[in-house]
């Protein structure tokens, strides 16, 4: 019975080990884009070190009924990130390359999506 007991919290602690030790994914760097204010100005967003591999809905501009689109999204980070013009990534997407130049202010985004560096 003891050798269970000891099978078990062995077994236990060296899943409870594997899963620590289980790097978090996320891309590095910032990641930014534009709202309109309540001002009608525009407010710049940063996300930083965002999660890899999960698509983020913007909050400001998650509904489309109540929001104007993100705009200008510039992607610091050491992913590719897509962008999509609804919430929940879907619609239209765009690639922006890792560390790259500020895109116009003519793309418009509600979502996003870093893909993984794996």
């Known amino acids: 019975m003891r050798l269970r007991h000891s099978l078990?919290?062995?077994?236990?602690?060296?899943?409870?080990?594997?899963?620590?030790?289980?790097?978090?994914?996320a891309a590095t760097g910032d990641f930014g884009y534009q709202v309109v204010g309540q001002n009608?100005?525009?407010i710049?967003?940063?996300?930083?070190?965002p999660a890899?591999?999960?698509?983020i809905t913007l909050p400001e501009v998650a509904d489309p009924n109540?929001?104007?689109p993100a705009f200008a999204p510039?992607?610091?980070?050491d992913a590719y990130a897509l962008v999509f013009t609804g919430p929940e990534?879907?619609?239209?997407?765009?690639?922006?390359?890792?560390?790259?130049?500020?895109?116009?202010?003519r793309l418009k985004l509600r979502s996003v999506v870093f893909l993984p560096t794996d």
């Open 66 to 68: 109540s929001s104007e």
């Open 8 to 25: 078990a919290a062995a077994c236990g602690a060296l899943a409870l080990t594997a899963v620590l030790a289980t790097p978090a994914h």
């Open 44 to 49: 710049l967003v940063t996300l930083h070190d």
């Open 89 to 105: 990534c879907t619609g239209d997407e765009w690639r922006l390359r890792p560390h790259g130049r500020p895109a116009s202010e």
């Open 52 to 55: 890899s591999g999960e698509c």
């Open 40 to 42: 009608g100005g525009p």
């Open 74 to 77: 510039h992607n610091g980070t």
